[in-house]
C-alpha cells in the first residue's frame, strides 16, 4: 500500500523512514515501511488480512499508478464497516479502480453497486492488459475513423461485462511504456476500441 497510518499521521513509506511500523487504515493491522531506490511502500507486518474477494496483493504496477496522486485522493476508504478502498477518488465525480488481476464479475459488479450507492460516482476502471495483448487481444480497423473492433478469444467476461456497463468506464494498460491507454465499450454485440492518451486520462479523471 502507498499510505499508512504512523505517529498519528497518514504518510507515504518515505515520509516514516525504512522498517517504521504503522497501521494500515483500512484493516488497522501492523505494516512496515520499504525504502528502496525505486520502490516505496507499507506491506503487512506479521498477521495478514482477509481482503474482500476482488482485491489484490499491491504490485509495482499499481504503485506506479498511485503514486502522482495527492495523498487525500488516494487509497480512500468508504462504507460503514470499511467495505471498500478506492485506489483513487478521482474528479468529475469518479472513483478509479486499478485492476491487475482475474476477479469474479460478481465482485466487480458488486464493487460497481457499491459506489454508486455510497457515493453516487461513476467507477473508472483501469486494467492491465500486458499478459496477453498481442497475443489473445487484437485490433481490427473499422470503417470508423480511429475506432476499431476489438478480437479477443477467449475473452474475459468480466471486463467485457464492465465494457457494457453504462455506470463504467474501462480502460486497459496494454503497455506501461506507452503514452496511451485503450478505451474500450460495447457496441451492437461487439467490442469497440479507441487510443485515449494517458496525459488526457490524468487531465480528465
Not at 528502496?36 to 488480512?49: N, S
Not at 457515493?119 to 485490433?139: G, P
Not at 461485462?161 to 485503450?182: G, H, R
Request: glycine share 4%.
Amino acid at each position: 500500500m502507498l499510505l499508512a497510518i504512523h505517529n498519528g499521521e497518514k504518510k507515504r513509506a518515505e515520509d516514516a523512514g525504512s522498517a517504521e511500523i504503522g497501521i494500515c487504515p483500512w484493516t488497522n493491522l501492523a505494516v512496515k515501511a520499504h525504502v528502496g531506490q525505486i520502490r516505496q511502500y507499507w506491506a503487512y507486518h506479521g498477521e495478514k488480512p482477509n481482503f474482500n474477494n476482488g482485491y489484490e496483493p499491491e504490485s509495482e504496477w499499481h504503485i506506479s499508478w498511485k503514486s502522482p496522486i495527492q495523498d487525500q485522493y488516494c487509497e480512500v476508504i468508504f462504507g460503514v464497516n470499511n467495505e471498500h478502498r478506492a485506489d483513487i477518488l478521482g474528479s468529475n465525480n469518479t472513483v478509479i479502480e486499478i485492476q491487475r488481476s482475474v476477479i469474479d464479475i460478481r465482485d466487480s459488479r458488486e464493487r460497481v453497486q457499491f459506489y454508486r450507492n455510497a457515493t453516487n460516482r461513476r467507477v473508472v476502471w483501469v486494467v492491465d492488459i500486458q499478459e496477453f495483448w498481442n497475443k489473445r487481444f487484437f485490433l481490427e480497423e473499422s470503417k470508423e475513423f480511429g475506432i476499431f473492433n476489438v478480437k479477443w478469444k477467449p475473452r474475459r467476461t468480466w471486463l467485457w461485462d464492465l465494457a457494457s456497463t453504462p455506470e463504467t468506464n474501462l480502460y486497459l494498460e496494454f503497455k506501461q511504456s506507452n503514452d496511451k491507454l485503450l478505451h474500450v465499450w460495447i457496441n451492437n454485440g461487439r467490442m469497440c476500441a479507441k487510443y485515449f492518451k494517458k496525459s488526457d486520462f490524468f487531465e480528465r479523471y
